[in-house]
């Protein structure tokens, strides 16, 4: 079914669910798995789960809960967690290692460097995940190349070559920096670690969407804190749709008999996944063009095709909005209602406020808060997967009021 509402498209999938994707990429013990790798390193902790009791008073709703990953080490995103887990796999495989041999302390000794030879690592990035390779390849000792597109901002170039790699700018969108690391990573026998998968390229994009399913088991622990089982509704954002599918897939392997609501969030400039699920033909759909859209993160024309067959069997509804609903969504967030707690978010990191109070607060939206099911006893599960990565378009949304909510849109509650 498919349907319009004032200022957001979406489609409510009807077809039956099929789990198996999910739990074979993201059972449990997947996840501790990378969770364990993940506590060796240096400045691990647990990223903080913001409770938004005011404003889910306010929208009707039981809880709103926001995973707070600009508090990931030092990286201001969760990209890091699924690069840091592939690059630890890729060498894991290189030298025949098991888990318990493959410490932290072994990555970055000088016997792990004597064995594995001289190695760069190289990806294409819309600016997080190419940082958190930077990083990750820094603090393994290992040289690293990123590939970004032309309107890649200073900031997030500059904050790459801060680690140490080398920033090649391609004349095009994200999905050409893609195709082009691939061409000269050939060509110089360097290692692609891609978030996004193609013909022949799957293993390593699976292993970066396991290592993002620490960030579900942290927040697991954290909901077992405060007396709560499991969310009942999780709404994710989507570029290629890597996260996405790791975090709706570990709920779906967690929880197969009785999962939680499952709501996939893009720009309505850049929504290949919701495309592919419009013209539900089983093949995968691109949107071409200079993916205009402020949020950077999540401007990527071309799905992943191991991240849409998780969500293809998963995914209760996909959404499209407009860049100002992320615009709002990090406002609502830098200005809190009195008492919820102030987060610093990005425009991906917001998006997901944003399409849930649109959807609460706007005529036109009651079909699909029934659908969902939203109500009082409801408690939302949301990622906040970026913080100020680019401090002068941050202050032009938050001081300049720059994408701005049209005037038919406004908060009337």
């Keep these: 079914m498919e349907s319009n509402t004032r200022d957001f498209d979406y489609i409510v999938r009807t077809k039956k669910k099929d789990f198996t994707k999910a739990e074979e990429l993201f059972n449990i013990d997947c996840a501790r798995t990378a969770r364990a790798f993940h506590r ?66 072994y990555l970055i000794s000088k016997e792990c460097h004597d064995k594995l030879g001289d190695i760069t690592f190289a990806s294409a990035t819309d ?11 820094m603090k393994l000792g290992h040289k690293c190349v990123i590939y970004v597109h032309k309107d890649t901002s200073k900031p997030r170039i500059e904050a790459i070559r801060g680690y140490g790699a080398k920033v090649v700018v391609v004349n095009g969108n994200y999905d050409d920096a893609v195709r082009q690391v691939a061409v000269d990573a050939k060509k110089n026998s ?62 779906a392997a967690l929880f197969k008999d009785d999962p939680p609501k499952f709501v996939v969030v893009e720009p309505d400039k850049a929504a290949c996944v919701f495309e592919t699920a419009r013209i539900n033909d089983g093949e995968l759909h691109s949107i071409k063009g200079d993916l205009d859209t402020i949020m950077a993160g999540l401007a990527c024309g071309d799905p992943s095709p191991i991240g849409w067959q998780v969500l293809d ?47 609460m607060t706007e005529p036109g939206s ?48």
Aim: aromatic share 10%; glycine share 12%.
């Design 190 to 251: 360097w290692q692609i670690i891609s978030d996004t998968s193609w013909d022949g390229y799957t293993e390593i994009p699976a292993w970066i969407m396991q290592g993002y399913t620490t960030i579900m088991l942290e927040a697991q622990e954290q909901f077992a804190g405060l007396g709560i089982t499991k969310p009942s509704h999780v709404f994710i954002q989507a570029g290629v749709g890597a996260l996405a599918a790791a975090t709706i897939g570990f709920y």
């Design 127 to 137: 600016g997080n995940h190419g940082r958190g390779i930077a990083w990750a390849s």
């Design 366 to 413: 009651e079909g699909l808060v029934h659908v969902l099911g939203l109500d009082d006893k409801s408690n939302i599960l949301l990622i906040n997967t970026e913080g100020n990565t680019d401090p002068t378009h941050f202050r032009q949304i938050i001081w300049d009021g720059v994408d701005g909510v049209p005037k038919d849109y406004l908060t009337t509650k």
């Design 40 to 105: 060796q390193i240096p400045g691990y902790k647990m990223t903080p789960l913001r409770s938004l009791p005011n404003l889910a008073h306010m929208l009707g709703l039981g809880g709103i809960y926001v995973k707070d990953e600009a508090q990931r080490l030092e990286l201001n995103s969760f990209k890091v967690m699924g690069g840091s887990f592939a690059l630890y796999r890729f060498i894991q495989k290189k030298l025949g290692m098991s888990d318990k041999e493959l410490t932290y302390e």
């Design 313 to 359: 069997g998963t995914a209760d509804v996909f959404m499209k909005v407009p860049d100002y609903t992320a615009a709002r969504g990090m406002r609502i967030l830098a200005v809190p209602l009195k008492g919820d707690p102030f987060v610093i978010s990005g425009e991906s990191g917001a998006v997901t406020l944003g399409a849930l109070y649109s959807m």
